[in-house]
């Protein structure tokens, strides 16, 4: 299995797990580019762009530290690749018509970072949310869900998100998990993170649209 070196914001994310640490690296290096493109031709407010996936693996993040925190175990490595590629292949903002597109470049990338081939397989194939049982898999299903807040960013607007489709602390959630003061921190999360990020230019630069981004999170993270 390969192993990225953290060559990124070594010195003001010292806050936050290598695993996600890593993860940021790896988008800013290798993969904000794809979505850079999106914002650059069809995907101008970034609904599918930099900005939704950066804010997606910051809510995986929590998630990761709230199941951890509870002996609930996961490789949230598998779910930080599926978030990075889940809208790589887009070709516009309607329905998802790549996913297999998008999926098969995952495992390619992972394949040509010196992963072996179930771990590629595995962690590509979680795009297709294919295994509801998986709890690697939920947490794609859920951050994707709870950053639909990104329509709904004005106050007068927040009660318009679904939150019933959250698995989250919710009946369907893969890990028998029923906290319900949790589950509306999560999407109180998810709101804050849009409305912040509804203030930065879509011209900002990946690092610092990270590092924007992670500065913020650190502030009002609620595990």
Partial sequence: MAIYPITFAQNYFNMIPPQLNNALAVFKEDIAPLYRKHEETFDLESHHGRFH?????????????????????????????????????????????????????????????????????????????????????????????LDYNRFFFIPEEKHLFKDYKLKFAGPNDVSGCTDIDARNKIIQLAQDLVQYSETLLIETDTEQLIKQMVEHYLKIKPF
């Fill in 53 to 145: 996936i950066i804010r997606c693996l910051l809510l995986a993040d929590s998630l990761y530290r709230y199941y951890e925190s509870n002996s609930i175990s996961l490789y949230i490595e598998k779910s930080f690749y599926a978030i990075m590629y889940h809208d790589a292949m887009r070709e516009d903002n309607g329905i998802d018509e790549w996913e297999l597109d998008s999926t098969y470049c995952c495992y390619k990338y992972l394949r040509s970072k010196g992963y072996e081939h179930h771990f590629s397989s595995t962690t590509s194939n979680i795009i297709l949310k294919a295994n509801e049982a998986n709890l690697e898999e939920q947490i794609l299903y859920d951050v994707d869900v």
